[in-house]
């Protein structure tokens, strides 16, 4: 609900209240924390749920790189993309759709029309 109005305050409350009732988040709640923080375009915020998120234990996966690929295309930052993609591939997971159409997306918006046709 908070993540869908993009509250950010009432997320990271909900994610402490859960926290100290002695549950540990999953893959589905950082993923939906990441989600929270691209809507939000906050780079910080979401490369340290990335952080936390690998400290833990849980290992991400095509959601979560498609995610960070988003707030990446939404910022423009063609390098960050481009090294998430290699993270992605090096772990074992194979780009889909959503991965190459967000390349496409940011390669058409920064014109860089040799890469969008590669």
């Not at 589905?28 to 910080?44: G, M, P, Q």
Request: neutral net charge; aromatic residues 8%; charged residues 25%.
């Amino acid at each position: 609900l908070y993540t869908k109005k993009e509250d950010t305050i009432k997320s990271e409350q909900v994610l402490n209240n859960m926290i100290n009732a002695g549950f540990k988040p999953n893959l589905v709640t950082y993923n939906t924390l990441l989600s929270l923080y691209t809507k939000t375009e906050d780079t910080i915020k979401s490369e340290q749920v990335l952080r936390e998120m690998i400290n833990s234990g849980i290992k991400p996966d095509l959601v979560t790189y498609n995610t960070l690929l988003s707030l990446y295309t939404k910022k423009e930052d063609t390098i960050k993309s481009e090294q998430v993609l290699r993270e992605m591939i090096n772990s074992g997971i194979k780009p889909d759709l959503v991965t190459y159409n967000t390349f496409l997306s940011l390669y058409t918006k920064k014109e860089d029309t040799i890469k969008s046709e590669q």
